[in-house]
T-cell receptor, first 110, second 115 residues
């Protein structure tokens, strides 16, 4: 089955700095890569996603890049704000099964 | 739409008791997923349904766990008997086949504590 590894497990940045979270996957059949944000006491919420036929996607301060050859994808958050503090999960998906990374706890210091 | 609804939000029970978690997916969604989240194992898919039929239950940890979906608007996850190692947050998620995004919408979760 698919194996998704996510790094780092914790990330602390100063407000206004950028944050980068990286994930690798093992199954070349994976074709959909969502990123979820989970705030304390809530369920994960989709923030951005990318399909395997696209190399990069951007939505305001958030961007995701995908390298199919190397089987890795990354989340980039620019101009971080305290409300970006949360746990972020990457996932790789084939058909309807999502395989999640272990999560990155992002702390944005004001 | 109210989103995915789960109940109860918190459940505390004693070892050996039966626990039933409930989920109402988003109306019109034909896929429903049950996940378990723990610090040690992260987010794990337990089982998923399509049109109320269980498709893949390979993530269900053992026979003490069972899930049903009697209709399109309701699903249950039952643990019988419960054990302390079942303590976790259980999430239900739903999606609609054919959505361009394949996005899964998660409920708020049920925090289960087995003493």
């Amino acid at each position: 089955g698919e194996n998704v590894e996510q790094h780092p497990s914790t990330l602390s940045v100063q407000e206004g700095d950028s944050a980068v979270i990286k994930c690798t996957y093992s199954d070349s059949a994976s074709n959909y890569f969502p990123w979820y944000k989970q705030e304390l006491g809530k369920g994960p919420q989709l923030i951005i996603d990318i399909r395997s036929n696209v190399g990069e996607k951007k939505d305001q301060r958030i961007a995701v890049t995908l390298n199919k050859t190397a089987k890795h994808f990354s989340l980039h958050i620019t101009e971080t704000q305290p409300e970006d503090s949360a746990v972020y999960f990457c996932a790789a998906s084939t058909f309807n099964k999502f395989y999640f990374g272990s999560g990155t706890k992002l702390n944005v210091k004001p | 739409d109210a989103g995915v609804i789960q109940s109860p939000r918190h459940e505390v029970t004693e070892m050996g008791q039966e626990v039933t978690l409930r989920c109402k997916p988003i109306s019109g969604h034909d896929y429903l997923f049950w996940y378990r989240q723990t610090m040690m194992r992260g987010l794990e898919l337990l089982i998923y349904f399509n049109n109320n039929v269980p498709i893949d239950d390979s993530g269900m940890p053992e026979d003490r766990f069972s899930a049903k979906m009697p209709n399109a608007s309701f699903s249950t996850l039952k643990i019988q008997p419960s054990e302390p190692r079942d303590s976790a947050v259980y999430f239900c998620a739903s999606t609609e086949r054919g959505r361009a995004k394949n996005e899964q919408f998660f409920g708020p979760g049920t925090r289960l504590t087995v003493l």
